[in-house]
């Protein structure tokens, strides 16, 4: 599933930049995220609360930064967590890119390929979307609400 999402955010690129790419501060965005850690160069281990549907699950797994390549302010990562308990993974490989616009504005425009297996999978097509969509407005929110604290 290919999901494209998009936000401005109320800092210029370079601020932008230098918080997404602090890779606990900037997840503590995700709706759910129990816990990410440092495990290694370019890994972090991470713990995932979501309901879809019915169903509550429980990810544990990694992020791996791919690239990041800050002069044309783009990053790719790469996501793969399951939960053993409900049976149900994700794999996700995703491309965040900024683009300056007015000054002191920087448009967050990620693109995320995503792949459900197990129980994740039989849920349907729509309701993965939905969900997909929901978490990453969410992050979009929480994360302008911290640039905005931030600055105040």
Same mark, same amino acid.
């Given at each position: 599933? /290919?999901?494209?999402?998009? @936000? ?5 690129? *370079? %601020?932008?930049? =230098? ?9 503590? @965005?995700?709706?759910? +995220?129990? =816990?990410?850690?440092? =495990?290694?160069?370019? /890994?972090? /281990?991470? %713990? ?15 992020? $791996?930064? +791919?690239?990041?390549? &800050? ?12 939960? /053993?308990?409900?049976?149900? *993974?994700?794999?996700?490989? $995703? %491309?965040?890119? +900024?683009? =300056?616009?007015?000054?002191? !504005? ?5 693109? %995320? &390929? ?5 129980? $994740?999978?039989?849920?349907? !097509?729509p309701l993965m979307h939905r969900k997909a969509k929901s978490t990453m407005e969410g992050f979009a929110r929480n994360l302008v609400e911290? $640039?905005? !604290?931030?600055?105040?």
């Amino acid at each position: 599933m /290919r999901l494209e999402n998009s @936000c401005l955010i109320p800092v210029g690129r *370079s %601020t932008a930049w =230098d918080l997404l790419m602090d890779i606990p501060r900037a997840a503590a @965005c995700v709706p759910g +995220l129990v =816990d990410i850690v440092p =495990d290694g160069e370019n /890994r972090y /281990r991470a %713990t995932l609360e979501s309901r879809v549907g019915p169903m509550k699950f429980t990810f544990s797994g990694t992020v $791996l930064v +791919l690239e990041n390549d &800050e002069s044309k302010g783009e990053a790719r990562f790469q996501v793969e967590a399951s939960d /053993r308990r409900v049976g149900g *993974s994700i794999k996700a490989d $995703l %491309t965040m890119k +900024l683009i =300056d616009q007015a000054p002191g !504005q920087t448009e967050l425009s990620i693109v %995320t &390929e995503t792949a459900f297996m197990g129980k $994740l999978g039989e849920l349907g !097509q729509p309701l993965m979307h939905r969900k997909a969509k929901s978490t990453m407005e969410g992050f979009a929110r929480n994360l302008v609400e911290l $640039l905005q !604290q931030s600055s105040g």
